[in-house]
C-alpha cells in the first residue's frame, strides 16, 4: 500500500455524515438494516460492496459476505475480501482472504525502473485500524497478479498508507524462489522517503579484482543530514569504502562530500614483486549565501595518478588526468554593473604515471586567494559615436610547483585592464574598434635571460601548460613590470540571404534560408617585451605582442515548417589567422612548444613550434537535419605542413528504440607539440531504461596507433513490468591496467535495484 494520493473528486458521492445504501433486497429490524444482491453500503469517504451486507446504525458495524469490495477514495486503496467487518465510525475492520492493490509511488528518476502498475497484495486476513493496514500471512509486490515476478513474503506486514511499511522475518521471492532473507524490513511510503537502513548487497567479478562483495548502510541523520557508507571487498586486491555525506544546513545552503578509497594489497608483477596501485579520492561541493554574496566550492583530492587509472569505474574518468579545484564568493553591485569575486583556485595536472616510490611528475597551480573586480560596459557618451568603458582588475597570491621548479607560495600579482570602446553602423556594416591598456605587476620572475626549456609531450589535457622549464631554474624576487596596449578592429559586413523551396523527398520543410556572415578581426598588442622571463599560472600570463588578422565565413541554413516554426539545423564556419609578426614579438622560440593567447583563443590544438604567418584553417561543422541525425566535424589544415593536424568528427542516427555512434579523435602535427594520437570510438543501443523485453547496449574504444582496444563494454536488459535484470561485460587496457569485469545488476521498480553494477555505470 503506497502513498496517500490526490483523486479527483467522485461525482454522486453521498453529502458529509450521510450514508447511501443500495440492495436489491432490503429489510430493517430496528437498528439493523439487511442489504441483499449488489449490496453496497457507501459515504462521502468510501463504499463497501458485497453479495450481503448487515448494517447496525447503532454501533455503525457494516458486515458483509459474498465477494467483498472496499475502496477509500482519498488514498486510492482497494481491497477484495470473502468476507469481513467495518465500523463506519471508527474506520476499523477485519477482512478474511484478502487481496488488494494501492496506487504506485513512481519513483522520478532515469536510473531507476518505474512502472504504473498499481501496488498489489495477498493475505489471510487482514486488519484495518483507522489509517493503518496489517496484513497476516501475506505477501505484496508491484507486479501483476496472480503469478507476479517478485514478492515480499512476512508473517506480518504493518502498514501506514503514504508513509511507511513495515515487516518482519521477511523473503523475497522471486518467481517463488527464495533469494533474500531481512530479520527488518522498513520501507518508506511517503513524501519524504529518507529512513536509516541497511543497502542491498552487490557482488560481481573482474579478473584483476577478483570477486567483489560489498554492502552499505544509509542513515537519514535529520531532515538536512544524511550518510551513505558503502564498504566492498576484492578477493584478490582488499578493501574499498565510499562515502557520501551531504546536508542543506539552510534554504541557502548545502553541501555533497565523495569519498572513495582502495586499501591495495598490491598487484603481481612479471618480475614476481607487488606493485601497490591504491589510493583516495575526494570531491566536496558547496553553495552558500552570506553578506549579499554568492558562495560557490568545487574541492577534489586526488593521492594519485597510478591509482584514478587501476581502480576508476569509468573509462573517461580513468584517463582523465587533471584535477581541479575552486572556491569562490561572487556579489553584483548596482545592476549587475559591477562583480566583485573572491576566488581561491588549485589545477592539478598529471603528466605521466608514477610508481610508489618514484618522484610526482605533476604540475601544480595555485591562487591562494584572489581578489577579482570586474565592470561591465558603461555608455559613458552617447550620440552618433557612443564610446562604452569597461575594466577588470586582480590581485592575489599565486604559486606553481612542478620536477626541479617552484616558486614558493607567495608570488604576488597584480593586473588591471581598462577598455574602452565605439561602434559605427552604416547599412548593414558594422565596424566596432576597441582599445585596452593593461598593467601587470609579478612579485617573482624567471631569473634566466634566456630560459632553457624542456618540450612536453604531454600537458595533461591543459591548453595553456608551457614547456616546462629546464630542472633547478632560479627565480627572482624582485618586481617585474608589463605594460601593454591592445588595439581590435572588428569589422561585419551585412549577411547575404537566400531563400528557396527545398524538395519535397529532402523533407526539410516548406522553405529554406541560406545565410552566409562574414567577420573580419584586427588585432595589435604591443609593449610586451619579456615574456620568457614571465611565470606561467593562467591566461593572464601567456598574453603577448600580435598583429594579426582573422578571417571568418560562417554559414547556416534555417528551415521553416507548415506551422511557422524556424530552427537552425546547418552551421560551418572557417576561419584563418594571417600573422604579420610571426614571432609574437619575441615570444615564439624555435624547435620547442610555444602557446600564447592569441593561438590558443583560435584552436584548442598547439600549432606554435617556431616562427609562423598564417595559423591553420580551422573548420567546425554541425548539421542536425533530422530528429534521427547529427553529424560534428571539426579539423584543422595547416598550410605549412600541407596536410590536416587535426580531425574529429562524431556521427549519430537515432530511430524509434536503436540507436547508433561513430567517432574519430586524430592528432598529427610535430610530436614536439602534441602526441600522435588516433582513437575511433564505436557505440549503440537497443531499447531504454523503462521498455519491457530486451535491451542492448555497447562501445568500443580503439587507439588506432597502438592498435589495441582501450576500453569496451557490452550490456544487456531484460525489463518486465515490474523488474529488471542487467549484465555488463567490461573491459579495461589502459597498458597500467588489463581488466575484464563482470557486473550483474537486479532493479525492483519504483524501489531501486541492487548488484555491482551502479546505477551511474548502467545504459539500461
Known amino acids: 500500500m503506497a502513498q496517500t494520493a490526490t483523486h479527483p473528486a467522485k461525482a454522486n458521492l453521498p453529502p458529509e455524515n450521510e450514508i447511501w445504501m443500495e440492495g436489491i433486497t432490503q429489510d430493517s429490524n430496528q437498528e439493523w438494516r439487511y442489504l441483499k444482491g449488489a449490496a453496497k453500503v457507501q459515504t462521502s469517504e468510501m463504499v463497501i460492496s458485497a453479495d450481503q451486507i448487515d448494517y447496525n446504525s447503532d454501533t455503525h458495524w457494516a458486515y458483509a459476505r459474498g465477494h467483498v469490495h472496499l475502496e477509500h477514495f482519498a488514498t486510492g486503496d482497494k481491497l477484495n475480501a470473502d468476507h469481513g467487518e467495518y465500523n463506519l465510525e471508527t474506520e476499523e475492520g477485519r477482512f478474511y482472504q484478502v487481496d488488494g492493490t494501492s496506487p504506485a509511488k513512481i519513483v522520478s528518476s532515469p536510473w531507476v525502473l518505474s512502472t504504473t502498475n498499481p501496488f498489489y497484495f495477498q493475505a489471510e486476513w487482514a486488519e484495518r485500524i483507522k489509517n493503518r493496514y496489517i496484513l497476516h500471512h501475506g505477501f505484496v509486490t508491484d507486479c501483476k497478479t496472480p503469478k507476479p515476478w517478485w514478492t515480499f513474503q512476512a508473517p506480518l506486514f504493518d502498514i501506514v498508507p503514504g508513509d511507511r511499511a513495515i515487516a518482519r522475518h521477511t523473503i523475497f521471492r522471486l518467481k517463488n524462489v527464495p533469494i533474500l532473507y531481512l530479520p527488518f524490513f522498513y520501507r518508506p511510503l511517503g513524501r519524504n522517503p529518507r529512513q536509516s537502513g541497511f543497502l542491498t548487497p552487490n557482488f560481481g567479478h573482474s579478473t584483476i579484482r577478483g570477486w567483489m562483495y560489498g554492502g552499505g548502510y544509509y542513515w537519514a541523520i535529520n531532515r538536512s543530514y544524511d550518510l551513505t557508507g558503502v564498504m566492498q571487498y576484492f578477493t584478490v586486491r582488499g578493501p574499498a569504502e565510499t562515502f557520501n555525506f551531504r546536508g542543506k544546513p539552510n534554504e541557502n545552503s548545502d553541501f555533497n562530500f565523495n569519498f572513495y578509497a582502495v586499501q591495495d594489497k598490491g598487484l603481481l608483477q612479471p618480475n614476481g614483486t607487488l606493485q601497490k596501485q591504491g589510493g583516495e579520492e575526494f570531491q566536496l561541493t558547496a553553495r552558500t549565501q552570506i553578506l549579499g554574496f554568492t558562495g560557490r566550492l568545487d574541492y577534489s583530492y586526488l593521492s594519485s595518478y597510478l591509482f584514478r587509472q587501476a581502480f576508476s569505474s569509468s573509462f573517461t574518468s580513468a584517463i582523465y588526468s587533471e584535477v581541479s579545484s575552486i572556491g569562490f564568493l561572487q556579489r553584483h553591485f548596482k545592476d549587475d554593473l559591477y562583480t566583485v569575486n573572491i576566488v581561491a583556485s588549485r589545477d592539478q595536472l598529471f603528466e605521466s604515471i608514477t610508481l610508489p616510490g618514484q618522484r610526482a611528475n605533476d604540475v601544480i597551480l595555485q591562487k591562494l586567494p584572489s581578489l577579482e573586480v570586474f565592470g561591465r560596459d558603461r555608455e559613458v557618451v552617447s550620440g552618433p559615436v ?379
Open 386 to 764: 557612443p564610446v562604452w568603458f569597461s575594466f577588470s582588475a586582480s590581485g592575489g597570491l599565486l604559486s606553481r610547483q612542478e620536477p626541479g621548479f617552484q616558486t614558493g607560495w607567495d608570488t604576488e600579482r597584480a593586473d588591471v585592464q581598462p577598455r574602452v570602446a565605439t561602434s559605427f553602423d552604416f547599412k548593414g556594416f558594422s565596424l566596432n574598434p576597441s582599445i585596452t591598456f593593461g598593467a601587470t605587476d609579478y612579485g617573482k620572475y624567471y631569473a634566466l635571460n634566456q630560459t632553457t626549456y624542456t618540450p612536453r609531450t604531454s600537458c595533461g589535457g591543459y591548453a595553456t601548460c608551457p614547456p616546462a622549464p629546464s630542472s633547478n631554474v632560479l627565480v627572482s624576487d624582485s618586481n617585474l613590470f608589463r605594460k601593454n596596449a591592445d588595439f581590435v578592429l572588428d569589422f561585419r559586413p551585412p549577411p547575404i540571404e537566400k531563400v528557396f523551396v527545398p524538395a519535397k523527398w529532402l523533407h526539410l520543410g516548406e522553405k529554406v534560408k541560406h545565410v552566409i556572415e562574414a567577420d573580419a578581426t584586427y588585432e595589435y598588442i604591443t609593449g610586451i617585451d619579456q615574456f620568457q622571463k614571465i611565470i606561467h599560472f593562467d591566461s593572464t600570463d601567456i598574453l603577448s605582442n600580435t598583429n594579426q588578422l582573422t578571417l571568418s565565413v560562417t554559414n547556416r541554413l534555417y528551415r521553416k515548417d507548415k506551422t511557422g516554426a524556424v530552427n537552425e539545423f546547418l552551421t560551418w564556419r572557417v576561419a584563418q589567422a594571417r600573422y604579420f609578426d610571426p614571432t609574437f614579438g619575441g615570444a615564439v622560440l624555435p624547435g620547442q612548444r610555444n602557446v600564447v593567447l592569441a593561438t590558443d583563443e583560435f584552436s584548442p590544438f598547439a600549432f606554435l613550434d617556431g616562427p609562423r604567418n598564417y595559423s591553420p584553417v580551422v573548420s567546425t561543422l554541425t548539421v542536425n537535419p533530422y530528429t534521427f541525425l547529427s553529424l560534428d566535424w571539426r579539423t584543422n589544415y595547416d598550410p605549412l605542413r600541407r596536410k590536416i593536424v587535426a580531425n574529429t568528427y562524431s556521427v549519430g542516427v537515432h530511430h524509434a528504440q536503436y540507436s547508433a555512434s561513430v567517432g574519430d579523435t586524430s592528432i598529427t602535427t610535430n610530436p614536439l607539440l602534441a602526441p600522435q594520437a588516433n582513437q575511433l570510438t564505436f557505440g549503440g543501443s537497443y531499447g531504454s531504461t523503462n521498455r519491457k523485453g530486451w535491451n542492448a547496449a555497447g562501445l568500443f574504444d580503439y587507439d588506432l596507433l597502438l592498435h589495441r582496444r582501450l576500453y569496451e563494454f557490452v550490456q544487456a536488459s531484460y525489463n518486465t513490468n515490474c523488474c529488471g535484470f542487467s549484465i555488463q561485460l567490461r573491459r579495461f587496457n589502459l597498458g597500467i591496467r588489463d581488466e575484464n569485469q563482470y557486473l550483474f545488476s537486479f532493479s525492483v521498480a519504483n524501489i531501486g535495484a541492487f548488484g555491482s553494477l551502479q546505477k551511474q555505470e548502467r545504459i539500461f
